[in-house]
């Protein structure tokens, strides 16, 4: 199995589902090409030495420890969320979807699978760069399946802003470009080729390296939900359908995250100093602050969870910006346990829409009685990302404050721990909230056995990672901090 | 003799592509807007094709043929079907009255071109101006999305920013590998192709493709 049969996987899917006649038979090749896609990653990333870099196509294709992290985690999350959409999109009675699009709905979310794969696969910048815009052409109508005027606006608002966002990024590649023909490092054809790029990063010109990182910054920032230029992002991730919500939130800002990390290893070699680390660090925190007023007065759970994400992709950024290998480990594991946490809130936002029919935190009251079972886990989760021992992200958010203390970044640290305390808080409020208290209607319920063990496999995955990382995965983890940290083996 | 024709030839057509920028960003018809868009995309491919032949890097010919083809036949094309399909009004409306964002662009100018002049690493660069004008349209597509009221201006305005992408690409480096090349020019037009489908979805849900009124979703 190469690279390529991986990558072909989800577009065969997505054109089986849209040829077959009926909704079975589109609800089978949904769930089993995510399930296929998932199995070969695992498979492929396990077998295959994940430690020394695998190349493909005149290495414009390229898999070493750090594309496999996400690789395994794009195709994790999209099983979980396939299966969740199989129950909640797929619904029979009243409420059904029209098949039409719901073969719409599949075929683009493999594709959107696909360009997430190709984005973190490729080791040509510019090809990175192409299947970056891929994704959001791709989930602009996966956001927008209803048709109703707010998913509308809020599809719309993500198309432009993240489309403007990725033609700076576009300029900011071709200023590396330029610097590596300036720096005459070899072959032209090959020039933006990363792996290239980072064996001869000395040679590049650190004043066009500082600049190109300025516009990749806020060209991925845009579509990684960096503050300030989130505004997309609450309103994408809140009228998305819940399942759609979970791969943009775990996965798709990740991806992004994977793209700027990229670049700010090779400024980091150009220019021999701390600038990119100085930028990251401070967009990073930035995030945490803008995001943590709107969490403590939000009054929809589902915008709740998205600025959820802009602090934890801030979180994320500071942690590879503090360096060293606390907290670069720690950024990553950070992205590895914030995709399956988010996806599992994201799916019992899913659970308590269907049920309430409202999005709004006042409408859910008594959870825990009227439904143990998401009450339960919906407390649980919320306690899970807003950092409590002994759920896994408490594991990874004191690895990166840790690098921080270790780079000697005390303000910076002071800071996050003020506005994390702060966050918990917050979430501590709504969630008590929703969960606790008495409620005075019935809520209507429906059982999906396929939902429900979704849900309980997220906080099973979201509980053991906080006490232990199976050791393959973790020392994929630590070959890929070794990576981001420019140690080439 | 001939290089210096040619070389003469990019100075010139970079210097009406800034003008063209002006004129789509002011111009008060949405027609002319897109007729402007053409010229723009039409100067871009002149430009890409002269540098093919000053530096011999012939790949840059099927950019150059690609970008004709594409932006300023299919694109606006479809724009123009688009209007006429839904049958809207044809003036364009702006936040800012045009005499002052006009005073503002220059102004965006003037600070593009003092940036780069300011840059000691682009001093190997031929044109080095050519760079200017395209920092310039950047700044200058962004301020168009910011200060218009209809949904398929804020398209023209990326449209714009594109353009001002591809010029640099096409003056620093001679366009990036063929395949990335090809790639971009896939996304563009699908991107348009889809921003196109939600301009008529903004109109069916909202009558009117005024995104003024996209503020449903707040805090």
Redesign the interface.
């Known amino acids: 199995m190469t690279l390529v049969h991986l990558l072909s996987i989800p577009l065969v899917s997505g054109f089986l589902a849209v040829i077959s006649p009926t909704k079975k038979l589109v609800r089978l090749f949904f769930v089993l090409g995510a399930l296929i896609l998932a199995g070969c990653s695992w498979y492929f990333v396990f077998r295959t030495n994940a430690h020394k870099p695998v190349f493909m196509f005149s290495e414009n294709l390229m898999m070493d420890a750090l594309a496999a992290i996400f690789v395994l985690l794009i195709t994790t999350v999209g099983l979980l969320s396939s299966l969740y959409a199989a129950g909640y999109l797929f619904k029979d009675g009243d409420l059904a979807i029209p098949v039409i699009k719901l073969r719409r709905y599949v075929f683009f979310f493999h594709l959107f699978l696909f360009t997430m794969l190709l984005a973190v696969l490729s080791n040509n910048l510019g090809i990175m760069w192409i299947a970056i815009e891929g994704t959001t052409l791709a989930s602009a109508f996966l956001v927008n399946v209803d048709d109703k005027k707010s998913s509308i606006e809020a599809a719309w608002k993500y198309l432009i802003l993240c489309t403007v966002g990725i033609a700076l990024a576009l300029f900011g590649i071709i200023l590396v470009y330029y610097s590596a023909i300036a720096g005459a490092l070899g072959e032209q054809e090959n020039l933006l080729h990363w792996s290239l790029l980072l064996k001869k990063a000395k040679a590049l010109d650190p004043q066009v390296m500082k600049l190109a990182f300025i516009f990749v910054l806020v060209g991925y920032g845009t579509k990684a939900g960096l503050a300030p230029f989130h505004s997309w992002l609450p309103d994408a991730h809140s009228q998305a359908p819940s399942p759609v919500s979970a791969l943009l939130s775990g996965v798709l800002l990740s991806c992004s995250v994977f793209g700027i990390v990229r670049f700010h290893i090779l400024t980091r070699i150009a220019t021999g100093s701390g600038f990119s680390n100085g930028l990251l660090v401070f967009f990073g925190i930035l995030s945490v602050a803008v995001a943590c007023p709107f969490i403590l007065v939000q009054a929809d759970y589902k915008r709740l969870l998205a600025y959820s994400s802009v602090e934890h992709m801030g979180l994320a950024a500071a942690g590879i910006g503090f360096g060293g290998p606390l907290g670069i480990y720690g950024a990553l594991l950070h992205i590895v346990n914030h995709a399956f946490t988010k996806s599992l809130l994201f799916f019992c936002s899913g659970h308590l829409l269907h049920q309430f029919q409202t999005k709004e935190i006042k409408g859910v009251r008594g959870l825990l009685k009227t439904n143990p079972f998401l009450g339960g886990i919906f407390f649980l989760g919320i306690l899970a990302i807003s950092g409590l021992p002994p759920f896994s992200i408490f594991v990874s958010e004191f690895s990166i404050l840790s690098g921080g203390f270790a780079a000697k970044r005390f303000m910076a640290c002071a800071v996050l721990l003020f506005l994390l305390v702060l966050i918990f808080a917050g979430f501590l409020r709504h969630a008590s909230n929703m969960t606790l208290g008495t409620r005075e209607q019935e809520p209507r319920s429906e059982k999906s056995l396929l939902m429900d063990s979704v849900l309980g496999l997220g906080i099973v995955l979201v509980f053991v990672m906080g006490f232990y990382i199976p050791a393959p995965l973790q020392s994929l983890l630590e070959s890929a901090s070794r990576i981001v940290q420019g140690v080439v083996s | 003799m001939e290089q210096e024709w040619i070389l003469s030839i990019i100075h010139l057509t970079s210097m009406a592509f800034l003008v063209t920028s002006f004129a789509l960003l002011v111009s008060p018809q949405l027609f002319s807007c897109i007729r402007f868009y053409a010229i723009h995309s039409f100067l871009l491919a002149v430009i890409t094709l002269s540098t093919a032949f000053y530096n011999h890097v012939y790949h840059l010919i099927i950019s150059a043929v690609l970008t004709l083809v594409l932006k300023t036949i299919v694109i606006p094309q479809i724009f123009f079907r688009m209007i006429r399909q839904l049958g809207m009004r044809k003036e364009v409306e702006t936040y800012i009255n045009i005499p002052l964002s006009l005073l503002f662009s220059t102004l965006l100018v003037f600070i593009s071109f003092y940036g780069v002049g300011n840059?000691?690493?682009?001093d190997?660069l031929l044109s080095k101006e050519s760079v200017s004008i395209a920092v310039s349209t950047?700044f200058l597509g962004?301020f168009m999305?910011t200060t218009r009221k209809k949904?398929l201006t804020?398209?023209l305005g990326?449209l714009l920013?594109?353009n001002g992408?591809f010029l640099?690409?096409v003056t620093?480096?001679f366009g990036?590998?063929l395949?990335?090349e090809i790639?971009?020019f896939?996304?563009v037009l699908?991107?348009a192709i889809?921003?196109g489908v939600?301009v008529f979805?903004?109109r069916?849900?909202?009558e009117g493709i005024d995104?003024d009124k996209?503020t449903?979703?707040k805090?």
């Open positions: 840059m000691k690493a682009l190997l950047l962004m999305m949904a804020q398209v990326l920013i594109e992408v640099m690409g620093t480096t990036m590998p395949l990335v790639g971009i896939f996304d699908v991107g889809i921003m939600f979805k903004i069916g849900a909202f995104v996209l449903m979703l805090g």
